[in-house]
Structure formats: C-alpha cells, structure tokens
C-alpha cells in the first residue's frame, strides 16, 4: 500500500459524458501526478501539480483538465468522453519534486 | 529532453543477476536518472535514483559512467516475482519542464 487512495476504483459511462477522478496523496506530499495508462499507449504523464499550483503539462488533452485542492487532494476531470479515453488512470504522489512518486492503485475508466 | 532507450524485453532464470542497460545520450547537466518498476494493472514502484557514479539500496544497484550518456540497474539474484516492466526516467524533477516520459520500459521475464 503506497498510502494514495484514488477513487473510484472502476467507472463505466457513456461516450459524451463527463467523470471525476478523486486522488488524495500520501499525507504531508505536496506534488500530485496524474498518468494515463492505455494498452497501445503505455504510460502517460498528463499533468503535475505541487502545493495547489499545475508545475508542469504533459500530453493532456483539453477535454481533460485538474486541480489540487488546499488540503492537497487533487482532481482529475475529464468531459465529452471517447471510447478512446477508456484506460487505466493513475496519480502519485511525492514529498518534494525530487523524491520517487508513489502511486495510487488506479481508476479504470471503461467508456462505452 | 533527454531521450532514453531501453531493450523491449529480457529474460532471465531465478537466482541471477539482471542488468538493464538505459542509452541517454543527450542528458543535462541537472537531469537525474530513476527507475521504476511496474507488474501489470498495477502503479510503477520506485526502484532507486542516482545521478553519477554507483548508488545502491536493498532491492538494487544503479551504475552511472562518468560520462553519464547511460545507466545500468542491477538486480542481483532474481526471483519469479520480479518479472515485470521496467522504466528508466532521466529528466530534471525540479524543472517545470520535465515530461516524466516513461517510454515503452523493458519487459523482464524471469524463468524458473
């Protein structure tokens, strides 16, 4: 258990529709990341942010965006979803930018 | 950005050493190299960090020439349970540019 919860574990919805995926770190970790993991794509960092301010983008799309809330967690929306968009969604966490990333267990987001 | 290059695949029988060699031939004077390791459905798990010379912990060792245009994690004595893939990162963490590409990795299978 790396200590980041990611909520939910399994989404099925809808091409059209719009989700949010809920990340909270491991406490006292003020960078959050976000990483989608599809089975042709490998993994892919989407977007990072560190004590509430985005540090750094990634190949996330503009149907997606996220932020991090003051007590940290962070959240990741993603709108007028894709069949492609179905995929594996993780979000880590590390104490400082230079630390490892600890990642969460995953959101599996299928879209029908 | 430095660009990394790992082989797609390995295999290996328990009780050996495995080394993994990453090529990153334009690395930056800031850039450290870390490297993960991920089982499938699963968030990668950070396996060690170095940026020159040799570092070692209790699961592996990461060697560094000075030139630094590549590294090599050791694993020594592996067994069934660290099949799995396997991802070198080279980038600078405290850069707002820093893309944590994780590229395709190196698939490690271990043989009984």
């Known amino acids: 258990d790396s200590g980041v919860t990611q909520t939910p574990k399994h989404l099925i919805t809808a091409t059209g529709q719009r989700v949010t995926l809920r990340c909270s770190p491991r406490?006292?970790?003020?960078?959050v990341y976000w990483y989608q993991q599809s089975l042709d794509q490998g993994l892919q960092f989407l977007i990072q942010?560190?004590?509430?301010?985005?540090?750094a983008k990634g190949n996330i799309l503009e149907r997606f965006s996220a932020q991090q809330f003051p007590d940290l967690h962070s959240e990741l929306n993603l709108s007028s979803l894709e069949l492609g968009d179905s995929a594996l969604y993780f979000c880590?966490?590390?104490?400082?930018?230079?630390?490892?990333?600890?990642f969460g267990p995953g959101t599996r987001l299928t879209v029908l | 950005l430095a660009k990394t290059t790992q082989p797609i695949s390995m295999d290996s029988y328990e009780g050996q050493e495995v080394n993994i060699t990453c090529s990153h031939n334009?690395?930056?004077?800031?850039?450290?190299i870390t490297w993960y390791q991920q089982f499938p459905s699963q968030g990668p798990r950070f396996i060690i960090q170095?940026?020159?010379t040799k570092v070692t912990n209790e699961v592996a060792s990461l060697f560094i020439p000075a030139d630094r245009k590549s590294s090599t994690l050791s694993l020594p004595r592996v067994s069934l349970s660290d099949t799995a893939v396997y991802y070198c990162l080279v980038g600078d963490p405290t850069s707002g540019t820093y893309k944590y590409i994780f590229g395709t990795g190196t698939r490690l299978k271990v043989l009984a």
């Open positions: 406490s006292g970790d003020l960078s």
């Open positions: 334009n690395i930056a004077t800031n850039d450290y």
């Open positions: 942010y560190y004590n509430g301010e985005e540090r």
């Open positions: 880590a966490s590390s104490a400082r930018l230079i630390d490892e990333q600890f």
């Open positions: 170095g940026y020159k």
